[in-house]
């Protein structure tokens, strides 16, 4: 069974940035793709940017040109660095990755606090 670890969050002022990152280990097997995921008690998860093992992305409209996601194959790892915070920013973010064509786990969270 696989384990995501994520690291990064934090507490930063508008404006500021963070890098998030997410580690893979255990019982890994193809990674097909890895995203970050955010959630907040009065929003539904929604997915923040994704990279897929070819290398294409997609990010979500609110967070183009601030956030950039990458992947070190070799560490099994995804990150996010997060540019020009905004207090709407403020969630819980979390780590998905799929294995192969069906098996998906997720990471604990990590909190991002956006706040003057």
């Known amino acids: 069974q696989a384990q995501l670890v994520e690291s990064g969050g934090g507490f930063v002022q508008p404006g500021g940035s963070l890098r998030l990152s997410c580690a893979a280990s255990g019982s890994i097997f193809s990674i097909n793709r890895m995203a970050w995921y955010r959630q907040t008690p009065k929003k539904e998860r929604e997915l923040v940017a994704d990279i897929w093992t070819g290398g294409g992305t997609n990010y979500a409209d609110s967070v183009k040109g601030r956030f950039t996601i990458s992947r070190d194959k070799a560490k099994n790892t995804v990150y996010l660095q997060m540019n020009s915070l905004k207090p709407e920013d403020t969630a819980v973010y979390l780590c998905?990755?799929?294995?192969?064509?069906?098996?998906?786990?997720w990471g604990q969270g990590t909190q991002v606090t956006v706040s003057s």
């Open positions: 998905n990755v799929l294995f192969g064509i069906s098996n998906v786990a």
